[in-house]
Nanobody, 123 residues
């Protein structure tokens, strides 16, 4: 099983980035995005149900970030708009199993993780 993130980089405040996470070897009915800044704990960013497309977001990204999925490609995307310096972190995607309409927001329920991609937002 592999989860491979891509799309990170260095941008300026106010810019946009789109992260991708391609899963192989397993199909998860929940895919989530988390991030970890230096010296901080890993925090939930957002998640999506593969079955229903239902999403959940952290309050500090709501309205700026959007998660979408391409089930045929087993890929999840994180569109990040209006980026702020405080969004700087390593972003991880993760896969979880849950009930049909559930959207998993807690990291300890995710069993598979990608290697992470760095997002740096300069002021």
């Amino acid at each position: 099983v592999q989860l491979v993130e891509s799309g990170g980089g260095l941008v300026q405040a106010g810019d946009s980035l789109r992260l991708s996470c391609a899963a192989s070897g397993r199909t998860f009915n929940n895919m989530g995005w988390f991030r970890q800044a230096p010296g901080k704990e890993r925090e939930f960013v957002g998640a999506i149900s593969r079955s229903t497309g239902r999403t959940a977001y952290a309050d500090n990204v709501k309205g700026r970030f959007t998660i979408s999925r391409d089930n045929a490609e087993n890929t999840v995307y994180l569109q990040m708009n209006s980026l702020k310096p405080e969004d700087t972190a390593v972003y991880y995607c993760a896969g979880a199993f849950a009930s049909f309409s559930e959207v998993v927001t807690t990291h300890n329920r995710y069993t598979y993780w990608g290697q992470g991609t760095q997002v740096t937002v300069s002021s």
